[in-house]
């Protein structure tokens, strides 16, 4: 599955300028750079006090963001700190550097080797939290393919096709899988409820530890879960494009839809971290909301 490599950014800056920014010229809101086929980066040594919005085919942050990082594209690395939310959409989201808020990725690859101080939403075909990753305020993973090797605090919820547990987890573990393994060097803190298709779907190795209970319950698979597949978070995040589009078409031909420009600097960089936030967030919430249904 190959991601557009400008046709997202490109409509989050299209976006961008229907919200009144070229109207606040006289106050810089965030740190904006875009680049269609191009790579767009703070570079290593860089030091930005700002909300930073990436866009183009490579988005790379090696430097230090001391806010907000917003990234859509082909390829997204962070190997660098961001000091505050990390919003990572592209065909491969590789965070390797230090997030001291939540990280929020989706991509076809999504690997977390990184000290994150919030929570990780991830959401995509493989996802892979290395050894090296920790996630001190828990995990929420959708996926077709999930390893978890790194350090979870508080609580882990899941869905997955297949889900390997080698790390650790401070507290319980939730989720659902057509295969879930816990290695001898898994931990729970907690207890371990999962869904799955048939007893012999759950394997729990020997050395493994699970300090609370361990509940299973068998669900037949009766039919495909579209959720499991990385496809149905792009569609639902391209039918979110198609509704700005739409929008853009409707405030053209009838301009008094059009809502009044901001008015300082401040409701600019709300209104684009809430457009932003409702571009990237809505596949990882539509996750969340079907382990909650399941």
Do not use: C
């Not at 076809?108 to 996802?127: F, M």
């Not at 495909?224 to 853009?248: D, I, S, T």
């Amino acid at each position: 599955m190959r991601v557009s490599s400008f046709g997202f950014a490109a409509s989050l800056w299209v976006a961008l300028g229907t919200m009144g920014v070229g109207a606040a010229n006289s106050a810089r809101a965030a740190e904006l750079r875009y680049e269609e086929d191009g790579t767009v980066e703070v570079a290593e040594g860089e030091s930005i006090d700002d909300t930073v919005f990436l866009g183009g085919k490579t988005a790379i942050v090696a430097g230090v963001v001391n806010g907000d990082v917003f990234a859509a594209a082909e390829r997204v690395e962070v190997t660098g700190t961001v000091r505050g939310n990390l919003y990572g959409a592209g065909e491969t989201v590789t965070v390797a550097g230090e997030v001291s808020g939540s990280v929020h990725a989706a991509g076809k690859t999504v690997e977390l080797d990184a000290k994150v101080g919030g929570s990780g939403y991830l959401a995509g075909q493989d996802i892979l939290v290395t050894a090296g990753g920790e996630l001190a305020r828990g995990g929420f993973f959708a996926g077709e393919s999930v390893r978890s090797e790194g350090s979870i605090g508080r609580d882990l919820t899941f869905a997955a096709e297949t889900m390997e547990l080698s790390g650790s987890v401070e507290r319980n573990v939730r989720g659902y899988g057509s295969k879930v393994t816990v290695t001898s060097s898994g931990s729970v803190g907690g207890n371990l409820e999962l869904t799955v298709p048939s007893e012999d779907a759950v394997e729990v190795d020997g050395g493994a530890a699970v300090r609370g209970e361990t509940l299973v319950e068998i669900e037949e698979k009766e039919e495909e879960r579209a959720f499991l597949h990385p496809g149905f978070y792009f569609g639902v995040l391209a039918k979110a494009l198609a509704m700005l589009l739409l929008g853009l078409l409707l405030v053209t031909l009838f301009p008094s839809l059009l809502p009044t420009a901001p008015e300082s600097s401040k409701e600019v960089l709300r209104d684009m971290g809430f457009g932003f936030v409702a571009l990237i967030a809505t596949p990882l919430l539509m996750g969340i909301v079907a382990l909650t249904v399941i």
